[in-house]
């Protein structure tokens, strides 16, 4: 797929890849990674055995969140000499969680064409199939390793109106409900969806403290890759975190912050958790 004629630069495709089942590997897509000069993979020993489910080899790069910005000037020199890539990462959409955005920065800042080639996405197929609103939604991606990073950062969603959506692996998925309860309250309604197309595919849904109870009681329930959906906060909820804070931070200016805290979340009903830290 070398561009026509000379000092004609190539086009970089971005090529969604399945998340699961191989057969969501689009026509269109699957035309593109036969036909292109050389594939960068975030890991190319995976994107060799797709290549291989579908009977063809092609050129692979390594391009991954260690490398990326060293090599993103020397792919985009093959581009502008005419050359055409496709960027997939090891599952989804590219960019979406994964590498690819300084690639594609540096692409486009360069004059060269980015075309997606659209297709599977853990995070719209979640949304799609667990009945949460999701006409508004924020996307966080990987919440932080680190507890503490963690808890401060849904903290700071706690009144988010808007659907939140995130990714989360096998190791801390329990830990993270326990936060998102904390966070949000007991009562937040929300969904688990893992192992999206794959043999082992399940999709819960109640609320954080159901939710947190499930993966808990079931071994099965913690293994593989999830997407967890929480519904935004309500008027309600909006409310009482926002009186809480207020509260929150007139008691923090005579008191030690966790007794500050507990009173304000008992004057205010909003999680203690979402409060704590707040205003001081």
């Known amino acids: 797929?070398?561009?026509?004629?000379?000092?004609?630069?190539?086009?970089?495709?971005?090529?969604?890849?399945?998340?699961?089942?191989?057969?969501?590997?689009?026509?269109?897509?699957?035309?593109?990674?036969?036909?292109?000069?050389?594939?960068?993979?975030?890991?190319t020993r995976h994107t060799r055995q797709l290549l291989a489910h579908f009977g063809f080899e092609r050129p692979l790069l390594a391009l991954h969140e260690h490398n990326?910005?060293?090599?993103?000037?020397?792919?985009?020199a093959r581009l502008l000499n005419g050359d055409s890539l496709a960027l997939v990462s090891d599952a989804g959409t590219p960019l979406v969680s994964d590498p690819g955005f300084r690639l594609v920065r540096a692409a486009r800042a360069a004059g060269v064409k980015v075309s997606?080639?659209?297709?599977?996405?853990?995070?719209?197929?979640?949304?799609?199939?667990?009945?949460?609103?999701?006409?508004?939604?924020a996307f966080e991606g990987f919440l932080p390793a680190k507890a503490s990073a963690?808890?401060?950062?849904?903290?700071?969603?706690?009144?988010?109106?808007?659907?939140l959506v995130f990714y989360e692996s096998s190791h801390r998925i329990g830990e993270a409900l326990a936060d998102m309860r904390a966070a949000f309250g007991d009562e937040r309604p929300a969904a688990i969806a893992r192992e999206l197309t794959k043999?082992?595919?399940?999709v819960l849904d109640?609320?954080?403290?159901?939710?947190?109870?499930?993966?808990?009681?079931?071994?099965?329930?913690?293994?593989?890759?999830?997407?967890?959906?929480?519904q935004g906060a309500g008027e309600d909820d909006g409310?009482?975190?926002a009186e809480g804070r207020r509260v929150y931070a007139l008691l923090n200016e005579h008191l030690p912050p966790s007794t500050a805290a507990k009173l304000a979340a008992e004057i205010s009903g909003a999680p203690r958790k979402a409060l704590y830290g707040q205003g001081g």
């Open 199 to 202: 043999l082992f595919e399940t």
């Open 116 to 137: 997606p080639v659209p297709g599977p996405s853990a995070l719209i197929a979640a949304l799609s199939a667990v009945g949460l609103p999701s006409d508004r939604f």
């Open 150 to 163: 963690r808890r401060e950062q849904l903290q700071r969603l706690a009144g988010e109106p808007r659907t």
């Open 68 to 76: 990326e910005g060293e090599i993103a000037e020397r792919i985009v």
């Open 239 to 241: 409310a009482k975190i």
């Open 1 to 43: 797929m070398t561009a026509d004629g000379p000092g004609t630069p190539g086009t970089l495709f971005i090529v969604a890849t399945p998340i699961g089942n191989l057969a969501d590997l689009s026509p269109r897509a699957l035309e593109t990674l036969r036909t292109v000069d050389a594939i960068c993979a975030e890991d």
């Open 206 to 230: 109640g609320t954080l403290a159901q939710l947190q109870a499930r993966v808990e009681a079931d071994e099965n329930q913690r293994k593989g890759e999830f997407v967890v959906v929480v």
